[in-house]
Nanobody, 123 residues
Framework: QVQLVESGGGLVQAGGSLRLSCAASGDTFSNYAMGWFRQAPGKEREFVAS????????YYADSVKGRFTVSRDNAKNTVYLQMNTLKPEDTAVYYCAAGRLLRTVLRGICDSWGQGTQVTVSS
């Protein structure tokens, strides 16, 4: 399994941008599809974005499509989530996750999870 550590969260005004990073260690990073998920207070965790092993396939939740971009750098063992035009409803703890298969990562079935990073968007 890989171990995952997220960073890059913080407080931003509505309309602003943040880039989250998730650094992986342990197993071979390029063997894993990666996903980003988020959980707002009082709500269930929800899928945000995912990316295939080599980065050729990406998927997004409808709520972030056109505003967020997921990417990865396998040489740096890191996956990113660029978040633009942030809205107050994007406020949540953001988690990255790794899984062997993209189709299971999309469903939130993952082998490893990070500890999360808080994103707060003020209005």
């Amino acid at each position: 399994q890989v171990q995952l550590v997220e960073s890059g969260g913080g407080l931003v005004q509505a309309g602003g941008s943040l880039r989250l990073s998730c650094a992986a260690s342990g197993d071979t990073f390029s063997n894993y599809a990666m996903g980003w998920f988020r959980q707002a207070p009082g709500k269930e965790r929800e899928f945000v974005a995912s990316i295939s092993w080599k980065g050729g396939d990406t998927y997004y939740a409808d709520s972030v499509k056109g505003r967020f971009t997921v990417s990865r750098d396998n040489a740096k063992n890191t996956v990113y989530l660029q978040m633009n035009t942030l809205k107050p409803e994007d406020t949540a703890v953001y988690y990255c996750a790794a899984g062997r298969l993209l189709r299971t990562v999309l469903r939130g079935i993952c082998d490893s999870w990070g500890q999360g990073t808080q994103v707060t968007v003020s209005s």
